[in-house]
């Protein structure tokens, strides 16, 4: 039974991680680029959210749209004003770039919303639910979690596969100069996205916080860095392989924490991530590029 | 002499050694007639060590064209290895220098011993592969360092990784105490020392660079598959880089950590390989005294503007992105290659700008 909990726990981390997760696979996917601000700007949807719910006193679901709007503009104007001049040009000046818009993020966050952790209060009302005579509890959280992450992940495979978007985000991301050629406007294509994973991200903000009460500028850096992570363990560039990864890398932590040793759990996480890649080079999901000589 | 001055590889050499050593003395001199403040005098240690740190990361992104996320980890294994070698040497051995130095050998060899297993695994894969590889492993390092216990007491050297395994004795003191680090340090680092750390640094790179070896070791960045096709052991070449890379970083580290009284592992965490590879990018890639440059003006930039406070990291973060624009940007190149064309239009008249051709 205590298996069972911890499972079902990882799972619910894991389908935050995994939120955040296909945030960093689209914009890899289609700009090739590693977002390294992705993690701020879960951040920034959070505090909005605290924000609309506190000081506003609105309902928990309109902050959730209200955070998704703001980081769905905030994204945009990142990427037009921070990405977009860098376009063709090294992948490590844009990553560079990136992480300087991380540190604007973090410490814009500092003077609005000063350094002092908030108490987020999670946006769930549902009461736990026991069963097996309390021996399993599941919270709302993690069912609203589990639930969300379903949703999206459906959402976003009928968006990719269906909608005219949907394709020529693919197809850019197959071949960018190709997709130009078929009239695909690319930097529209490459907006959307990070549109969309910049929504995405808000949500993952909410849920993250829901789970882990404390809000502070820095909240969304290890997430980021893990859902990151989780990408790759998937093979990044690969929506289904963000999801897989992200729920894996919540059950392989939760039940490290659990079973083998609370202080090296960074250690077996990223250990794992490591023997992975040297198996599967591309990630589990990944499609491995054949070199041309 | 003359001949050396003729070769543009060791022109270039020469004004790096010669702009560290002027930068040395002018510092020394200004010290020694007490014209700098404490803070001043406290910043002196750090930035040499981020010099260095900045000058090995180069080797491998730039001239070895490899994407390392994960340089803190060999400056933190170097910096804890440093510290229980500087406490265990200090009875038997009586001079400080001669104590830091074996401390900052010692770092250097921990940490290049870790570069060498560790580039096993991580070198068989490339691009940005390899850089989460490079960050798993130096969250590793900070994971596993941030949980070590060391120890000495009557009965002798006690290692351990878990706070109930440690029993020290009745007198039994902790060189590092797990989560809490390394407390007790003794200042050993100075700023002589500092300064000959990025000499050695540079000697050992700038020869390597212009070695054989870094001749090979560019064409692998340059063209993986050309360079193997003519006989390149480019596994091999990409190793060497690794370990010299993580050698210096792991004597850089030992420094750092000889230059507190108390040290924790969170201090190697990501953001620090990160703060470092800023350097080495905003300096130019292959550039060794564009790091060396760069290092100094990021590190001094934050600190300088301290009476700023609040306002401090963010005027930082908007400099960075302004800069990388800048710098990298096509639509920005072209316009300074328009507008000094029109400069140089000014001077020659008759020939447009941009059309010298």
Not at chain 1, 6 to 17: F, P
Not at chain 1, 194 to 203: H, K
Not at chain 2, 37 to 63: D, E, F, K, T
Not at chain 2, 187 to 213: D, Y
Request: with cysteine; net charge positive.
């Amino acid at each position: 039974m205590q298996v069972l909990q911890y499972l079902i726990n990882g799972i619910s981390i894991g389908a935050v991680y995994a939120i955040i997760a296909l945030g960093y696979t689209m914009v890899y996917g289609i700009a090739k680029m590693l977002n390294f601000a992705h993690g701020d700007v879960i951040m920034v949807g959070a505090y909005i959210s605290f924000c609309v719910t506190n000081y506003l006193g609105l309902p928990a679901i309109v902050s959730v749209i209200a955070a998704m709007g703001v980081c769905t503009i905030l994204g945009i104007i990142i990427e037009k004003l921070a990405y977009k001049p860098l376009r063709g040009t090294s992948s490590l000046a844009v990553l560079i770039t990136a992480i300087g818009v991380s540190y604007f993020l973090q410490n814009a966050a500092q003077l609005i919303w000063s350094s002092s952790p908030k108490n987020f209060t999670s946006i769930v009302t549902m009461d736990p639910i026991a069963l097996f005579d309390g021996r399993l509890i599941i919270t709302g959280e993690v069912l609203v979690t589990v639930l969300i992450s379903a949703l999206v992940m459906v959402g976003l495979t009928l968006f990719t596969g269906k909608t005219k978007t949907g394709k020529a985000m693919r197809a850019v991301s197959e071949d960018r100069d190709a997709a130009q050629l078929m009239g695909i406007n690319v930097n529209q294509t490459i907006s959307t996205t990070f549109a969309i994973g910049s929504a995405l991200a808000a949500i993952a903000g909410v849920l993250l916080c829901s789970t882990v009460p404390t809000l502070m500028p820095t909240t969304g850096s290890m997430p980021g860095i893990r859902a990151f992570t989780a990408a790759v363990l998937g093979g990044i560039g690969s929506i289904p392989g963000a999801m897989l990864g992200g729920i894996l890398l919540g059950i392989i932590e939760t039940l490290s924490k659990a079973y083998l040793s609370t202080q090296f759990s960074d250690a077996i996480v990223f250990s794992v991530l490591i023997i992975i890649l040297l198996v599967k080079p591309a990630g589990l999901l990944g499609k491995q590029v054949q070199e041309k000589v | 002499m003359k001949q050396l001055l003729k070769n543009k590889n060791s022109r270039t050499n020469m004004i790096t050694y010669l702009v560290v050593i002027v930068a040395y003395l002018i510092m020394q001199t200004l010290n020694s007639m007490d014209m700098l403040g404490s803070s001043v005098r406290g910043y002196l240690v750090p930035l040499c060590v981020y010099i260095s740190l900045a000058v090995s990361l180069n080797l491998l992104v730039g001239i070895c064209g490899e994407l390392s996320l994960g340089h803190a980890g060999f400056m933190g294994i170097g910096a804890f290895s440093g510290i229980v070698i500087a406490s265990l040497l200090k009875g038997t051995v009586q001079s400080d220098t001669l104590r830091l130095i074996a401390a900052m050998i010692a770092g250097g060899a921990m940490a290049g011993v870790m570069g060498f297993l560790i580039g096993i695994p991580v070198l068989r894969l490339r691009g940005d592969y390899l850089a989460i590889v490079t960050l798993a492993f130096g969250e590793i390092m900070k994971n596993i360092v941030g949980n070590t216990y060391v120890g000495v007491d009557d009965t002798g050297f006690h290692f351990a990784i878990s706070p109930t395994k440690m029993r020290l004795g009745e007198g039994g003191k902790y060189f590092i105490n797990g989560p809490l680090g390394a407390t007790g340090v003794e200042k050993l680092a100075n700023f002589t020392m500092g300064f000959l750390l990025v000499m050695v640094t540079l000697f050992v790179v700038l020869n390597l660079i212009n070695s054989k070896e870094g001749r090979a070791i560019r064409a692998v960045r340059d063209n993986r598959i050309a360079a193997e096709s003519v006989g390149i052991n480019v596994t091999a070449f990409r190793m060497k880089a690794f370990v010299v890379s993580a050698f210096l970083a792991g004597m850089a580290g030992a420094l750092f950590g000889l230059n507190y009284s108390a040290i924790t592992a969170t201090k190697f965490n990501f953001n620090t390989s990160i703060n470092i590879l800023v350097f080495v990018v905003l300096g130019g890639m292959g550039n060794i005294l564009g790091s060396v440059i760069s290092a100094t003006v990021l590190y001094i930039l934050p600190e300088a503007m301290r009476g700023l406070e609040d306002f401090r990291m963010i005027l930082y973060a908007v400099v960075l992105i302004l800069v990388m624009l800048f710098t990298w940007s096509p639509k920005f190149k072209e316009a300074t290659a328009v507008f000094t064309g029109k400069i140089k239009g000014i001077f020659r008249p008759g020939k447009e700008a941009g059309n010298n051709e």
